[in-house]
């Protein structure tokens, strides 16, 4: 609780990391056995119901992870980022069921597949499922399997099947002593055969986050444990397989792992055995990421180790390092580390807590298997895709091969999947007899446009597909509807492949409804289906541009049947027209792809025009003709169409100077490169900076652009900066410009802790509606938001929410900056420590503003917190310890304003003097008639006569002298009857 504080001292000893040239070696830390205790079927008589209290499971061994500031690769976005998503078509879930529904927190979801049954187990229950998802054991207390089990719910269970042995495993640690409660069915039938379970003590130390894989003599599995000495003291646990399955007395072996480098939380992986052909006994591996964000860690890399049990004397087994896999032996750098370690980090939909990307994990499973060339492991863990920016969650996943068993394993393919801006993360993988990879996920998405609560999904690739790509369109297991209500999810998900086919994949994960959290179970298959079955899966050419009347078209035909296809029709049609039809007459094998291209071309030579064009295919007895058409959207593109799309640099902040850089990046939109053209940024109406953009944007291409002359913000203060491109005859002027609002504070309160609820999370002014305000690090600046605040209606209404309200604690209070010097006085709030009495409930209050508010654009600060804590609420500029500060913008009117008051008495014309005799002429205002502006020298003569319209921001006039002898001249702008006049001088 936030009540009480804590100060935490965490001291890191740093040293060089000097390889060894010989590699570690290690005897087992901890021996020991345990004796079978038998239980019989599980009849519903006997079920001990689960709890259905909310509960927070085993959170006290999950310390933060700590990087070095600064150091590890990449600098930028992943080396392996997968930034598109796979164009082949998929198939939907064969199944998708709820497997349960429950309050434990976090619930880890688990499950696997046998050849009739589907065992699942969370905390700290589990139920028995067949293959069509039907239950046949209801939800039950892990207590009820009985033996060691029973009165035993601690949690964090595992389930297994053993495909060599046909039998089921179920596990979940005890602390009455620290132990491994394993249970292993005693057939094929978990339901009806009983089961053989165990206790297996581990010397004192609580066995955090166990995951068991299967191998040939033994059953391994990996902990998070002592993370300071994890090269000396207990991690790893083999348990004697053999006589498990008999029901025997069953020994129990720890080893550290030798030369590993940990920064708190981690989890190693096993290699979990599956498909038609056993693992060999020995040689077991262990596989953990090595992060060089990490102290110690000069690259990042795979690091594997090998464990030879030796049962007959356990005492001479041993651990030993075996391979370092990095940069040059295809390990692209990763940053496996978010926000420092900490374990609050994907940002949710609404107000919700930030979610656990669970770092520093080998993701559950890392499934191994043997083909009849080779030996394939596949694997995941979450990264941060763009280290640069706002924590973006991809996939890193890998395919391990051994071309001859037993002997050193090598990089096949990686990559990592992000293929746009939502995060995906809590992987799981498998790799079926085929050799195609399946990988299930969660994703989520905190866009105000395109929110996406935490829900499930999965995609793959097939065996013969590009290396590094999943190929496959995303599918959805299931669309959750809420957000996670705690920051702890999962802990993991768990994916398995079904030993009758192997082929089918079972994915088990968690989502959220209410306050209630769900398993989904998710049944899908990527291997073929039919024997017969092609389709048309993407466009290869005409990519969009500028194109002409004679295209050459080039479509991605797959054969998704498991038959060898050759002399079938394809065809297209261009916006309805006439069909064109060729023959394919090559050979395509099965589940491959091949690029065809058409003799006749095709005319999409009208600029601006936007073709639809249908792609098909025409196999006889094809099976599936749902992926035999592809309908593309084909854009002839202006040859010349550039615009800004964001202005980078200059932001928000204290102390700007009169030297800030002003950066820019530069879409080319056309079909063309394009290379020196104008570029321009002004800064509010001032005279345009105007320089050349000397280099090339390609064809959707972005470009940055920083110009040479700096701008001046060093005056306190909200600017407005507008950037835009003139390139020569551009298509589309309306994307040349953009516009971005930034401030010169003298104040930004960053740091205080909104984590728990405190502060705005909803803020509502005219305008404004600001639904889902992330938490952040206390402060955002949403001065590009703006409110029109009529000062003759007097009284306005702000809506606010906190996620927080106790005892009258959290308050609130709001500035209007009207004197524009960026400081918020005592007598410019407007609200003051106004109570806010209930959550996540809208608060409205009322403010006025003064009859002689000054008009225009000026800054708005709202600070919200617990007035309990350090941090004044009404010192705009003190940190609190918890709540949030906001910054937006105001502009104030006056509709009772005739033309007379407007001119004589509210505007201010300004004439800012530019360079070689160019000036340009300024009222700032919201004020929409139409004005003139004359220009007159001193002897009377008109020189100019013009009308003068507000552009959105003030009446501006470029005003060309160069022509103009040197002296002094008026310039007035106004109406026939009333005007402003104001002297200038030419020299």
């Not at 929410?801 to 005892?807: I, N």
């Not at 003097?913 to 139409?930: C, K, L, M, S």
């Amino acid at each position: 609780m936030k009540n009480l504080l804590y100060l935490l001292v965490l001291l890191f000893l740093f040293h060089p990391d000097v390889e060894a040239q010989n590699k570690q070696i290690s005897g087992p830390v901890y021996v020991d056995s345990a004796r079978a205790v038998a239980s019989g079927a599980l009849s519903k008589g006997k079920l001990i119901a689960p709890s259905s209290e909310f509960k927070v499971f085993n959170p006290r061994n999950r310390g933060i992870n700590s990087i070095v500031p600064g150091k590890g690769l990449p600098k930028t976005i992943d080396p392996a980022l997968q930034n598109k998503m796979g164009e082949v078509p998929s198939k939907a879930p064969i199944l998708s069921y709820e497997a349960v529904s429950t309050r434990s927190t976090p619930s880890d979801p688990t499950g696997s597949i046998g050849p009739n049954h589907y065992v699942n187990a969370w905390n700290s229950a589990f139920s028995i499922w067949d293959k069509s998802g039907n239950q046949l054991l209801p939800p039950a207390s892990l207590a009820s399997i009985g033996g060691e089990f029973a009165n035993e719910t601690l949690g964090d269970p595992i389930v297994v099947y053993d495909e060599f042995a046909d039998r089921f495993l179920i596990s979940q640690f005890s602390d009455t002593p620290e132990s491994f409660l394993i249970a292993v069915s005693r057939g094929p039938d978990p339901l009806n055969d009983g089961w053989f379970t165990y206790r297996f003590t581990t010397n004192g130390v609580l066995p955090d986050y166990p995951k068991i894989s299967v191998w040939g003599d033994g059953y391994y599995i990996t902990t998070n444990k002592n993370a300071s000495t994890a090269d000396q003291s207990q991690v790893i646990y083999v348990v004697e397989r053999d006589q498990m399955l008999k029901g025997e007395t069953a020994g129990i072996v720890s080893f550290p792992l030798p030369g590993i480098r940990t920064n708190g939380f981690y989890s190693p992986a096993g290699f979990h055995a599956i498909g038609d052909i056993s693992p060999p006994r020995g040689n077991a591996p262990i596989v953990f990421m090595q992060d060089d964000a990490w102290a110690g860690v000069i690259e990042d890399h795979l690091k594997i180790w090998l464990i030879n049990m030796n049962w007959d004397n356990p005492s001479s087994s041993e651990i030993s390092e075996s391979q370092e896999l990095g940069q040059a032996d295809g390990v692209s750098p990763f940053m496996a580390t978010f926000d420092g370690g900490s374990f609050s980090n994907l940002s949710q939909p609404g107000n919700a807590p930030e979610i656990d990307a669970l770092q520093a994990t080998m993701m559950y499973m890392t499934q191994y298997r043997r083909f009849d060339t080779h030996t394939s492991v596949v694997m995941n863990f979450v990264v941060d895709v763009d280290p640069t920016a706002a924590e973006h969650a991809g996939i890193r996943w890998y395919e391990l091969r051994q071309e001859v068993n037993g002997g050193l394993w090598s990089v096949y393919q990686e990559g990592t999947y992000a293929p746009d801006k939502s995060d995906r993360f809590s992987g799981s993988i498998g790799i079926d007899g085929q050799g195609n990879i399946g990988l299930g996920f969660t994703i989520l998405d905190d866009s105000p446009e395109t929110p996406i609560f935490p829900s499930i999904r999965y995609t793959g690739r097939y065996a013969n597909d590009e290396l590094g790509l999943m190929t496959l369109e995303e599918q959805t297991i299931v669309e959750g509807e809420d957000p996670d209500p705690n920051s702890r999810y999962g802990d993991y998900a768990h994916l398995s492949v079904d030993p009758e086919d192997d082929l089918t994949f079972w994915h088990n994960a968690e989502y959220f409804e209410g306050v209630n959290r769900k398993n989904r179970v998710g049944v899908f298959r990527i291997a073929a289906d039919n024997g017969n079955d092609v389709g048309v899966t993407g466009r290869v050419t005409p990519q969009d541009a500028t194109l002409g009347n004679a295209e050459e078209i080039t479509i991605r035909i797959r054969n998704f049947g498991s038959n060898a296809q050759s002399g079938f029709p394809v065809s297209y049609t261009v916006n309805g027209g006439q069909t064109v039809t060729e023959t394919f007459t090559e050979s395509i094998a099965a589940t491959e792809s091949v690029d065809f291209t058409f003799s006749e071309p095709a005319d999409f030579s009208e600029i601006g025009e936007t073709y639809e064009v249908v792609f098909s295919t025409g196999l006889n007895n094809d099976q599936d003709t749902e992926n035999d058409v592809l309908i593309a959207q084909i854009k002839n593109l202006p040859p010349r169409d550039v615009g800004v799309t964001s202005i980078d640099v200059p932001v928000t902040g204290q102390n700007l100077a009169s030297t800030e850089v002003v950066s820019i990046t530069i879409e080319n939109f056309g079909g063309e490169p394009q290379s020196n053209f104008p570029v321009s940024y002004q800064v509010g109406n001032n005279i345009p900076v105007k320089e050349i953009f000397e280099g090339t944007v390609e064809v959707g291409e972005n470009e940055v652009y920083t110009f040479n002359q700096p701008a001046d913000l060093s005056p306190s203060g909200s600017y407005r900066i507008t950037a835009r491109t003139h390139l020569e005859e551009d298509f589309n002027p309306t994307n040349d410009p953009t516009v971005k609002s930034i401030a010169n504070l003298n104040c930004i309160p960053e740091g205080s802790d909104c984590s728990y609820g405190d502060g705005l999370f909803y803020f509502e002014l005219e305008e404004i509606l600001n639904e889902r305000i992330p938490c952040g690090n206390g402060y955002i600046d949403f001065i590009g938001s703006n409110a029109t605040l009529d000062r003759s209606q007097g009284t306005f209404t702000v809506t606010v929410k906190s996620l927080f309200a106790e005892e009258e604690r959290e308050q609130f209070s709001m500035w209007i900056d009207l004197d524009d010097d960026a400081v918020f006085d005592n007598d410019e709030r407007f609200i003051s420590s106004e109570v806010i009495p209930r959550a996540n409930t809208a608060l409205s209050v009322e403010f006025t503003l003064p009859d002689d508010a000054a008009l225009g654009q000026h800054l708005l600060r709202v600070r919200a917190g617990d007035t309990n804590f350090e941090g004044s609420l009404n010192n705009p500029c003190e940190v609190m310890d918890y709540g949030t500060t906001h910054d937006y913008s105001v502009n104030v009117t006056d509709s009772t304003l005739n033309i007379e008051d407007f001119i004589l008495n509210e505007a201010e014309l300004l004439v800012v003097n530019g360079e070689n005799g160019q000036y340009r002429v300024a009222i700032e205002t919201d004020y929409d008639e139409t004005l003139r502006i004359t220009v007159h020298n001193m002897l009377g003569q008109k020189l100019i006569e013009n009308q003068i319209e507000n552009n959105g921001y003030g009446y501006v006039y470029d005003l060309d002298m160069s022509y103009a002898a040197r002296g002094v001249y008026l310039v007035r702008v106004g109406t026939r009857e009333f005007g402003k006049v104001k002297r200038f001088i030419v020299k």
